[in-house]
T-cell receptor
Framework: DAGVIQSPRHEVTEMGQEVTLRCKPI?????LFWYRQTMMRGLELLIY????????DSGMPEDRFSAKMPNASFSTLKIQPSEPRDSAVYFC?????????????????FGPGTRLTVL | QKEVEQNSGPLSVPEGAIASLNCTYS??????FFWYRQYSGKSPELIMF????GDKEDGRFTAQLNKASQYVSLLIRDSQPSDSATYLC??????????FGSGTRLQVQP
């Protein structure tokens, strides 16, 4: 399996511009998570989906942030308008609902991340 | 109070020594506990998970869980310079989302 795929890997934009980050989860996984990581705040959960439905978006910092999952193999995180304080590494992760192997149920597999710089 | 707390370090140990990383959590309903390793500029990767009280060993790594005291630890035996990284403790409550600690930076000195 290719693992979780994220694009772009690096994004540099100017304040006020729209930014769209993309994620393809591991095939067959039914949970998808978006995280933001900064030195000051560590790894923060922004939102997560189950079977393409948003379950908890309480971590989304502001209305400028939105996320969608139109199908099981694709999700986007959009920031509009972007601000310098949004500069961070954004990770997407996926996991699988327990079947016969509950032991691995909560394990999340991370993508390589998108490093966003807003000037 | 943070939900998952870790000492930020750096924790410095000589090569071949045992590195001990600790984590405490606040939610008594927590059910699953994970250790992720993150190299600089890379994404977190799973090292171990543990669900039950006691020890769980996997190669040079041992995870220890004490639910009564609400702490989980990771021991790395025969530490190698390649173990130098940030170690993230993550806790799950059965609702799929994990809460991560801020991480402990480990430095293994050759």
């Amino acid at each position: 399996d290719a693992g979780v795929i994220q694009s772009p890997r690096h994004e540099v934009t100017e304040m006020g511009q729209e930014v769209t980050l993309r994620c393809k989860p591991i095939s067959g996984h039914d949970y998808l998570f978006w995280y933001r990581q900064t030195m000051m705040r560590g790894l923060e959960l922004l939102i997560y989906f189950n079977n393409n439905v948003p379950i908890d978006d309480s971590g989304m910092p502001e209305d400028r942030f939105s996320a969608k999952m139109p199908n099981a193999s694709f999700s986007t995180l959009k920031i509009q308008p972007s601000e310098p304080r949004d500069s961070a590494v954004y990770f997407c992760a996926s996991s699988l609902t327990p079947g016969t192997s509950r032991r691995m149920a909560d394990t999340q597999y991370f993508g390589p991340g998108t490093r966003l710089t807003v000037l | 109070q943070k939900e998952v707390e870790q000492n930020s370090g750096p924790l410095s140990v000589p090569e071949g020594a045992i590195a001990s990383l600790n984590c405490t959590y606040s939610d008594r309903g927590s059910q699953s506990f994970f250790w992720y390793r993150q190299y600089s500029g890379k994404s977190p990767e799973l090292i171990m998970f543990i669900y039950s009280n006691g020890d769980k060993e996997d190669g040079r790594f041992t995870a220890q869980l004490n639910k009564a005291s609400q702490y989980v630890s990771l021991l790395i035996r025969d530490s190698q310079p390649s173990d130098s990284a940030t170690y993230l403790c993550a806790v799950g409550t059965g609702r799929r989302a994990l809460t991560f600690g801020s991480g402990t930076r480990l430095q293994v000195q050759p």
